[in-house]
């Protein structure tokens, strides 16, 4: 006697949930936002007796490759030169799009007594015209899911190499790296 199996709602509905929150966890798996340094122009200089304080803005290209927009709070940009902090960067607080590219313009000044403790290593480098520049930051946020913020710490590392001369940005690396805060 072979006996039928009858056609179960349950399972169907069971099977297809699965399916979706297979597909959501492929297709929603936060990934790392993306930052490139377009330009660097100089706006000012100070003078700080006996030394000058240059500031500068500093224009970059940031992108969201997440399927959820996400706003983030302000951060200090820290900018080292030689191993030596040499200034910061702020970046204001906002927010980005999902899927999206945007410049972000951030104002930045550079301390004339740090650059002054490496005036060797500076001068050579404007002989060389090649100035190596790193910089660090970590910006706190949320990522909204429908109703649900969940909160998220990003920390970039840049490695640029610039025209001391002409502030062209020569080469760079950055990487950044995304953590879920699951805990208040």
């Not at 330009?39 to 224009?59: A, C, G, Q, Y």
């Amino acid at each position: 006697m072979v006996r039928i199996k009858r056609w179960s709602w349950s399972s169907a509905l069971i099977g297809a949930a699965s399916a979706a929150a297979t597909a959501a966890i492929i297709v929603g798996k936060p990934r790392d936002p993306n930052f490139q340094l377009i330009s660097i122009s100089l706006t000012s200089f100070k003078l700080n007796l006996p030394l000058l304080d240059v500031e500068l803005i500093l224009t970059v290209h940031v992108t969201n490759p997440n399927i959820v927009p996400i706003d983030y709070a302000p951060s200090s940009v820290s900018i080292f030169y030689d191993g030596s902090l040499l200034g910061s960067a702020e970046l204001q607080a906002g927010s980005q799009p999902p899927n999206s590219c945007r410049l972000i313009r951030l104002p930045a000044r550079l301390h004339g007594v740090e650059l002054a403790h490496h005036a060797a290593k500076f001068l050579s480098d404007v002989a060389n015209r090649e100035m190596v520049l790193d910089a660090a930051v970590d910006i706190h946020g949320t990522a909204k899911v429908m109703w649900w913020a969940h909160r998220f710490k990003a920390h970039v590392d840049s490695h640029v190499i610039v025209d001391p001369v002409f502030l062209d940005v020569i080469h760079q690396e950055n990487h950044s790296e995304v953590d879920l805060l699951l805990l208040s």
